[in-house]
């Protein structure tokens, strides 16, 4: 019988090591995807996945049932994300290109000479690395907001309540960063369809 997750996170308070494994498969693609987009590097959203569960497990007692479990994951995966990115660039550790954007780009060669129109193609490949460029260059904060409405589809309550701030807060940083974002892209895409 498969347990579900309110028995699984009640097991997990009360000391069953076992119940973390299921909670760890259900979130896991979530925390590595949100990391990956935060830190812009494989091995660091592993790290960070690594330090998310582990706090997860080590924090379980102080999760209130009142609120959802995602959440209150999510907020635990940001907030390791973005410590490690400040950690790193204290260190100013600079990645140029990580493990994942090389598969990318070799899976896009793939499917680019696959594709019926080439051309087509490349141009959708050229305006994802302009977004990806132009995402990448706002500065942390306005990022994950940007990250965690655009590409994780979180509503303003939830951001606010991960990232432990005010939905007029997360609504300004939105504003913020789609207005530089527009500016950014203007030159490749219709201003009116960001």
């Given at each position: 019988m498969e347990r579900t997750e309110a028995l699984l996170i009640a097991d997990l308070c009360e000391g069953?090591?076992?119940?973390?494994?299921?909670?760890?498969?259900?979130?896991?693609?979530?925390?590595?995807?949100?990391?990956?987009?935060?830190?812009?590097?494989?091995a660091d959203a592993e790290d960070v996945m690594q330090e998310?569960?582990?706090?997860?497990?080590?924090?379980?007692r102080t999760f209130r049932k009142d609120a959802a479990f995602e959440t209150w994951?999510?907020?635990?995966?940001?907030?390791?994300?973005?410590?490690?990115?400040?950690?790193r660039e204290r260190r100013q550790e600079r990645t140029i290109e990580t493990t994942a954007e090389a598969e990318f780009e070799?899976?896009?060669?793939?499917?680019?000479?696959?594709?019926?129109?080439?051309?087509?193609?490349?141009?959708?490949?050229e305006l994802r690395r302009y977004v990806t460029e132009a995402v990448n260059s706002l500065s942390l904060?306005?990022?994950?907001?940007?990250?965690?409405?655009?590409?994780?589809g979180l509503t303003h309550t939830e951001i606010a309540s991960i990232l432990n701030c005010s939905e007029g807060t997360v609504r300004s940083r939105l504003h913020y960063a789609r207005k530089k974002l527009r500016t950014l892209?203007?030159?490749?895409?219709d201003a009116g369809a960001i």
């Open positions: 069953d090591e076992t119940a973390l494994a299921p909670l760890i498969e259900k979130y896991k693609r979530m925390v590595y995807r949100l990391a990956m987009q935060i830190t812009k590097n494989h998310t569960f582990l706090k997860v497990y080590r924090s379980i994951v999510y907020r635990i995966a940001v907030n390791e994300a973005l410590n490690f990115v400040k950690r070799a899976d896009l060669r793939y499917r680019a000479a696959r594709a019926s129109d080439p051309h087509v193609y490349a141009e959708k490949v904060k306005h990022r994950t907001v940007v990250i965690l409405h655009e590409f994780e892209l203007k030159p490749y895409v």
